[in-house]
């Protein structure tokens, strides 16, 4: 138990103060006097597609420099934008309970992606939903979108756009479900790596505090993004590069496994390369290293080095 305050440094939106009083009440819970202090990161005071600003780190290089700072004990970042490379001076000591990471359809008049006519805008600020839903060929347009949960949330019920596509474990967190008209199938649509997971980082250090938030580490969490971001960083890709990965552990015949199923696939959705994987919980890295490197055989290199043009935005 403290009696000094723990800082728990956070961005500002309403989806990140979510995540960070989730973890400061499981840390209340286990006798920690914890308090909120409020950054701002370069993501959130732009506008601009996050591949035009650089993508991997935008939402968490201030967090991280507040910590090496000393201005804050530890920092929850949504584990999607971490970047796979580690920094030097952290740790990522905690990895709890994951959310579902599946994305989810939130449409006008309750349809569902099949529902939607051709022609229908849909809004995506991401250029893996955006491959993946046009690899659909559903003749729908991708229009490009930037802003929180409820901007982007209003621009369906304005009319604006048909629908918009975002992340089940976000809208779970803000109490928003009853948006959602469709949990997309992950073999339509495969979410991000890390997605729907936390990610708590401490200086590597303090000791001390890495074993009190080791505690809040769940295993099956943890080996389920190991395998999805050491996939990510052998590909070489950023967390806006149109790769999907989503890892399960279940039961198999000799224990916990781990079951992986990954994509790459071309902005304009020409190409997809799809891959699955199967081995034990423990190794997870490995089975991530491997998935990547057969993806890389079957040429999404190419793919991932293609990029491609911004949808337009609205």
């Keep these: 138990m403290t009696t000094t305050p723990l800082r728990l440094g956070t961005r500002r939106s309403a989806l990140a103060l979510a995540q ?12 920690h006097v914890v308090e909120l202090v409020e950054i701002t990161t370069k993501g959130d005071v732009t506008t601009a597609p996050l591949d035009r600003i650089g993508g991997t780190g935008v939402f968490v290089a201030a967090l991280r420099e507040a910590l090496l700072d000393d201005r804050v004990d530890l920092a929850v970042h949504s584990l999607k934008d971490l970047p796979t490379a580690p920094a030097d001076g952290l740790v990522l000591a905690a990895v709890p309970e994951r959310e579902d990471p599946r994305d989810v359809l939130c449409a006008r008049d309750g349809l569902k992606l099949s529902d939607l006519p051709a022609g229908a805008r849909v809004g995506t600020g991401s250029p893996r939903r955006e491959a993946q839903l046009r690899a659909l060929g559903l003749g729908i347009e991708i229009v490009g979108l930037r802003g929180n949960v409820d901007t982007r949330l209003s621009k369906v019920t304005d009319g604006t756009l048909d629908a918009v596509v975002l992340a089940r474990a976000g809208l779970a967190r803000l109490g ?8 997309l199938d992950p073999m339509q649509v495969l979410p991000a790596p890390g997605q729907g997971a936390l990610g708590i980082e401490c200086r590597t250090a303090d000791t001390a505090l890495a074993a009190v938030l080791g505690t809040l580490d769940d295993p099956a969490a943890r080996a389920a993004v190991t395998a999805e971001r050491t996939l990510l960083a052998v ?15 279940a039961e198999g015949d000799g224990g916990l496994e781990l079951y992986i199923r990954a994509v790459v696939a071309a902005r304009d959705g020409s190409v997809s390369i799809r891959k699955s ?11 991530g290293r491997d998935l990547a490197l057969e993806l890389l055989a079957d040429g999404a290199g190419a793919v991932v080095d293609a990029g491609g043009p911004a949808s337009k935005e609205e």
């Design 176 to 183: 928003r479900l009853d948006s959602v008209t469709e949990v």
């Design 20 to 31: 960070a009083r989730y973890v400061q009440e499981r840390l209340r819970a286990l006798g």
């Design 277 to 287: 994987a199967t081995g034990p919980l423990g190794g997870a890295e490995q089975i």
């Design 235 to 249: 590909l070489e890709a950023g967390c806006t590069a149109p790769v999907g990965a989503y890892a399960e552990a």
